[in-house]
Nanobody, 115 residues
Framework: QVQLVESGGGLVQPGGSLRLSCAASGSIFSSYLMAWYRQAPGKQRELVAFITSGGITHYGDSVKGRFTISRDNAKNTVYLQMNSLKPEDTAVYYC?????????WGQGTQVTVSS
């Protein structure tokens, strides 16, 4: 069983930055594919970015060039650096870990981009 705990959300002005963190329990974190998703009110959950165990990254089209996903296996933590934030980035951001057929989700952290 893996537990994921997100942190770092909050209120930020358009053009600002935030860094989200997702801390994972368990000893095989480095083997997991880790991802960030987000869900805005009235919309489906969408993939923001993922990073494989080997460090390969992928981004959703709406965040390319603005967001960066990274991981620190020594700290069992995955990060999402979000720059040039826009009001449309407002959503609850969720961390997900996947290994084979097992998936684990965090509880989510709210990000609000507003002036």
């Amino acid at each position: 069983q893996v537990q994921l705990v997100e942190s770092g959300g909050g209120l930020v002005q358009p053009g600002g930055s935030l860094r989200l963190s997702c801390a994972a329990s368990g000893s095989i974190f480095s083997s997991y594919l880790m991802a960030w998703y987000r869900q805005a009110p009235g919309k489906q959950r969408e993939l923001v970015a993922f990073i494989t165990s080997g460090g390969i990254t992928h981004y959703g089209d709406s965040v390319k060039g603005r967001f960066t996903i990274s991981r620190d296996n020594a700290k069992n933590t995955v990060y999402l650096q979000m720059n040039s934030l826009k009001p449309e980035d407002t959503a609850v951001y969720y961390c997900k870990g996947r290994l084979s057929t097992y998936e684990y989700w965090g509880q989510g952290t709210q990000v609000t981009v507003s002036s």
